[in-house]
Every structure is written in C-alpha cells, then in structure tokens.
C-alpha cells in the first residue's frame, strides 16, 4: 500500500526556535492536511490544503503556522517560533481528488516536536 | 458542531476474549464514520469506514462496527482479541461531501493481557 511519510520521526527544538516538519505525501493525491496530537488529547486538525493554497484551517493554525508545498513532492509545516504548548506529535495526511470526500485519508507515521 | 465521544479511556482484555469500544458522535448532517488504529509508533490506519447501506461494516483485522443511528454510536467490536491488536482506537466522523476535516474523538487504549 503507497505511504505518506514524515521527516523526522522526532525534533526536538528550543522554545523561540523555527521548525520544519517535512511530508511527503503519495504521489497521485491532490488534498493535504495536518492534524496534531498533544499528549493524552484527541487529534486535532489544523489545516487542509489543495491546489496550492489553504482551503481550511482550524483556530489552534495562527500566524505562528504556514504550510508550503515548495516542489510538487513535499508538503512542509512551519512553526516561526515555537512555544512548549506546541509539543505534539504531528500527522500529515493525504487523499486523492475524488468526489467522496474522506474516501480514504491516508496518514503518515507523524513526528514528534517536543519543545524545552 | 460535530463531536466524537469515546467514554473509555482505556481498556484491557484477554487474548481471546471479545471486544467493544465505544463511540458516540454528534453531527448536523449525515455523518461518515470511521474507526483508526494507532500502534505504538505508527500512523493512523483506517480500520473501517461507513456512510450508507448496511449498518454493520466490516473491516481490516477482523473488526466490525455498527452504526446506530437512534443512538447515535458507530461502536467497534472484534469477537476475539489478539495480543497484536494492542493500540490506541480512534474514532472519527466527517462530512461525505466538501472538503471538511475529520474529527477525533480522544482514543481508547486497549491493553491485552495473556
């Protein structure tokens, strides 16, 4: 079965820092998203993204996000300055473009930020 | 707004024995559901999903679950519990059409003992 992947498994970063966190996601599929999971919580959605622009974002995604998709393979989540409650493991996701929304959603294994 | 509650934070089972976990949803419209599994270092994997017809569905690994809709639950069951079924179990509703996101309910840990 194709598979999302996310890079790296764990980051580590000091609280002010900017991160990265890297997917790539399978190839044919059109519809990105990432979701995050704080410790012991439900995961969360934070944003959606198609045809190169964001198409929902939930409240936890301010101004301290952005997302990018920078060279048609890999899909990237910034955080400009981090802050401890930004410690989370966080999923990227992608479907294909289909009619039935959620057909399948397909997750990578998440990476997990923990801020000091 | 939609919701997803899942009211057992963790449960343990015998290898062997059969499993429910529970899922209650709260949705405008109709709902599509699905249950995940999350292994210890893993991604989330679809288990199952449903949005009509039959109102039992079976998935992956021998699971099941039904939706009710009087009660609003879409409960997961397997009749007998492996050891490697030990995970973390999502459940999850979404719209069918549009482009809206999924919504998690907090997860159930499921522990096997021997």
């Known amino acids: 079965e194709p598979e999302v992947t996310q890079t790296p498994s764990h980051q580590v970063t000091q609280m002010g820092q900017e991160v990265i966190l890297r997917c790539v996601p399978i190839s044919n599929h059109l519809y990105f998203y990432w979701y995050r999971q704080i410790l012991g919580q439900k995961v969360e959605f934070l944003v959606s993204f198609y045809n190169n622009e964001i198409s929902e974002k939930s409240e936890i995604f301010d101004d301290q996000f952005s997302v990018e998709r920078p060279d048609g393979s890999n899909f990237t989540l910034k955080i400009r300055s981090t802050k401890l409650e930004d410690s989370a493991m966080y999923f990227c996701?992608?479907?294909?473009?289909?009619?039935?929304?959620?057909?399948?959603?397909?997750f990578g294994s998440g990476t997990q930020l923990s801020v000091l | 707004a939609q919701s997803v509650t899942q009211p057992d934070i963790h449960i343990t089972v015998s290898e062997g024995a059969s499993l429910e976990l529970r899922c209650n949803y709260s949705?405008?419209?109709?709902?599509?559901l699905f249950w995940y599994v999350q292994s210890p270092g893993q991604g989330l994997q679809l288990l199952l999903k449903y949005f009509s017809g039959d109102t039992l569905v079976q998935g992956i690994k021998g699971f099941e679950a039904e939706f009710k809709r009087s009660q609003s639950s879409f409960n997961l069951r397997k009749p007998s519990v492996h050891w490697s079924d030990a995970a973390e179990y999502f459940c999850a509703v979404g719209a069918l059409f549009g482009n809206e996101k999924l919504t998690f309910g907090t997860g159930t840990r499921l522990t096997i003992i021997p």
């Open positions: 996701a992608s479907r294909q473009d289909s009619a039935l929304t959620n057909e399948k959603l397909f």
């Open positions: 949705y405008g419209a109709t709902p599509y």
